[in-house]
């Protein structure tokens, strides 16, 4: 775990924490809450619900891994209408996190689970349902796809989940042995 967490600090991450992977707890409801579609991503893409997977599924798939590693991109934002810094906030973590992601493989020798924040972006356009994933090594379905509540991983982790008025965190996590 320390290396994955010092890689973490290394990419830039504002937040790193190590947590316990067996005390995570998959809800329904918060995958019901994908299903009320507020993010326009839900039955549309291949790492969000229901092409991710059923809940038990995924929490099947999460419960192999002994330990996690919690990460956080914080960003300041130009007041509460920022879109511009919301996106850019966005776009830097994921590139952080797909950095992590692969060099986490690498170092696991590929025995890592890494879930991101939000859904997946990589393509302009999304081949579900009609054809197979482009990249289907590089999708990582959101802690939230899981069934995970991010301010609870977050607490589980002793990280803050929000970081006060004018800032923005966007979060992800690997699981690992």
């Known amino acids: 775990m320390p290396d994955v967490l010092t890689l973490a600090r290394e990419i830039g991450f504002e937040g790193c924490a190590a947590f316990d992977a067996a005390a995570l707890e998959f809800r329904r409801e918060v995958r019901e809450m994908c299903a009320a579609d507020r993010c326009k991503r839900y039955n549309k893409c291949w790492a969000c619900p229901p092409a991710c997977g059923s809940v038990e599924a995924m929490a099947a798939r999460a419960r192999r891994f002994s330990r996690g590693a919690l990460v956080q991109t914080v960003a300041r934002l130009d007041g509460d209408f920022d ?31 890494p879930m991101g924040a939000g859904s997946c972006t990589r393509c302009v356009r999304c081949t579900y349902p009609s054809r197979p994933c482009r990249y289907p090594e590089r999708v990582h379905p959101s802690m939230e796809a899981y069934g995970l ?18 800032t923005i965190s966007y979060t992800s996590c690997i699981l690992i042995n």
């Open 149 to 166: 509540l991010v301010a609870d991983v977050c607490a589980l982790a002793g990280l803050k989940y929000y970081y006060g008025p004018g």
């Open 83 to 113: 879109a511009e810094g919301l996106a850019e906030a966005q776009r830097l973590h994921k590139r952080r996190f797909e950095t992590l992601a692969r060099q986490a493989k690498i170092l696991t020798g590929g025995a890592c689970l």
